[in-house]
């Protein structure tokens, strides 16, 4: 009973879309909550179905927990269960339904509420279990990190940097916009992101050409991990075009053309 349990949340396509679909809904639920007349209209039905979802996903989450035991190979029962609730999705899957149900056991401020429910978002990560394409994206992430780590320390690095140049050029001149190092460091982001806010700018000769400097700079350092996750993407991608023919080209083999029999034990 078990293992079909397991094998009926994991790999079940009606139930994996309808999760899929849940956790958009709840996504567009909580966006559709944030607009006053809409939440002051509909707060009943955006309640009610805030309630189904936290069931539907408790429900879930009890009996991933329960079947937890045939996803891990290794380990006794109890052992299996602890690495599901401390590994990442059994992590999310928690958080997702744990704001709703903090507020019933203990007493907490409003406002310390409200910020608990932005925890509903967490759903959203929900896809990765569901999505290949989220799973694809993660699997990039991972098989990039070492590149992506290095080009971001490099990025910090300048950005420190910069700021600290920054401060001892326009400090006398703008004590106000530069007073210290870490006010620089909001120019710094904005200037190596190129997004160029103009709250805060320099007036001097020499800030004006640092500035232009670390904007060129900034566009190259910015660009760079894009290029390595879409680089690291498109492998991916191929890779999983090369195993799928490769797979598609093994079928054509053992099964006839035809018919679609077997023929991988015919002797020639």
Not at 6 to 34: D, G, H, Q, R
Not at 166 to 182: A, L, R, S, T, W
Not at 194 to 201: A, F, L, S
Request: charged share 20%.
């Amino acid at each position: 009973m078990k293992k079909k349990v397991y094998e009926f949340i994991n790999t079940n396509s009606y139930f994996v879309k309808f999760i899929y679909t849940l956790i958009i809904l709840n996504v567009i639920s909580l966006i559709l909550a944030s607009y006053k007349e809409i939440n002051y209209e509909y707060h009943p039905i955006l309640e009610g179905f805030e309630v189904f979802s936290v069931i539907i996903f408790s429900i879930e989450y009890i009996l991933r927990l329960w079947s937890a035991t045939h996803e891990y190979e290794t380990g006794t029962d109890l052992g299996k269960r602890m690495r599901f609730v401390f590994s990442f999705p059994g992590m999310i899957d928690l958080l997702a339904v744990l704001p709703f149900y903090l507020p019933l056991l203990i007493p907490f401020d409003l406002r310390v509420l409200r910020i608990l429910r932005l925890f509903r978002l967490l759903r959203i990560f929900k896809l990765g279990r569901v999505s290949k394409s989220l799973q694809t994206v993660f699997s990039v992430l991972r098989e990039s990190r070492a590149e992506l780590s290095i080009t971001l320390f490099v990025a910090f690095i300048l950005m420190v940097l910069s700021s600290t140049l920054m401060f001892y050029v326009e400090h006398e001149v703008q004590p106000d916009k530069f007073e210290n190092i870490g006010m620089a460091m909001w120019w710094a982001v904005a200037t190596l992101t190129t997004v160029g806010y103009g709250d805060v700018y320099p007036v001097t000769g020499a800030g004006k050409l640092l500035s232009s400097v670390i904007a060129l700079v900034g566009i190259g350092f910015v660009a760079l991990p894009t290029g390595i996750i879409s680089s690291a993407f498109m492998t991916k991608v191929q890779e999983e075009k090369s195993k799928k023919a490769a797979e598609d080209a093994a079928t054509l083999i053992t099964t006839c053309p035809h018919c679609g029999a077997d023929i991988s034990d015919i002797k020639h």
